[in-house]
């Protein structure tokens, strides 16, 4: 037998694969998966996807690191890793607010924020704003649905905050219309929309809409401030309030 038929028939050894190549390669394999997934999709568990990458699990977190650092997946202990931003971080405050705070807090919040976004808006608000706000207020007042006035009167509420022309308090209102849109608001809120209540309601946003128009920002405040502090008071009467996570206003 000739050298060179040995060398023909003679098996070819792998060649190692160094650390460094080996990482970048499970990073390649992980991110091409992830991007096949949709937006929050929860991953294999970590046994599965060693497995099935034939490394260890130590390498594997590692290689998960680097894609949540990255920001294409987040990881939450317990529960697994999923696809995209974490919640929290991709929608600010409002993921957490609508699964943890309750009516009242809800409530304390716009009322330190509503009066000062009335007040701003009877500063700012253009005649052709101020005629969209007066007929979401008559949507409402020709509203005897408990789910409709929900809707139109959230709507009002964040009309104001446009006319204010901040876009930062816009965002934050968006958070607090998340939580209104809640099983958690909308209960206590069924309890308490008689009609008798929805009529002084409807007072009231012609109250600040009447203050707006008058250019009189004091009078805007001081209406919000009688409006947020009548919902509050129809609220926390009810015992439906005291849900985990609630507190009393004071």
């Known amino acids: 037998m000739s050298i060179s038929d040995t060398e023909s028939t003679t098996p070819e050894k792998p060649i190692p694969i160094g650390l460094t190549e080996r990482r970048r390669l499970i990073a390649t394999a992980l991110e091409a998966m992830v991007e096949r997934m949709t937006d ?31 920001g294409k997946v987040w990881r939450h ?3 697994g890793t999923f696809v995209g931003n ?17 009516p009242t807090e809800i409530l304390e919040v716009r009322m330190l924020f509503e009066p000062r976004i009335a007040a701003v808006a009877a500063l700012r608000a253009t005649d052709i704003q101020i005629g969209d706000l007066k007929t979401l207020a008559n949507k409402c007042r020709s509203t005897t649905n408990s789910e409709t006035w929900e809707l139109w009167d959230s709507q009002f509420h964040k009309t104001l905050c446009e006319l204010a022309g901040n876009a930062l308090l816009l965002a934050i209102y968006e958070g607090i219309n998340t939580v209104r849109r809640t099983a958690r608001w909308r209960i206590p809120r069924d309890a308490v929309l008689t009609a008798t209540k929805r009529d002084r309601y409807v007072a009231q946003h012609q109250d600040i809409i009447d203050a707006i128009s008058a250019r009189d920002s004091d009078g805007a405040y001081e209406a919000m401030t009688s409006h947020i502090e009548l919902v509050t008071a129809d609220l926390v009467s009810q015992e439906v309030m005291s849900l985990p996570f609630s507190r009393r206003y004071r």
């Open 40 to 70: 929050q999709e929860k991953l294999p568990p970590e046994r599965v996807l060693a497995k099935n990458l034939q490394v260890s699990r130590a390498m594997l977190r590692e290689a998960l690191g680097r894609l949540e650092a990255e």
């Open 77 to 79: 202990v317990g529960q």
């Open 86 to 102: 974490k919640p929290s971080l991709r929608r600010g405050w409002r993921s957490f607010s609508a699964a943890h705070t309750s």
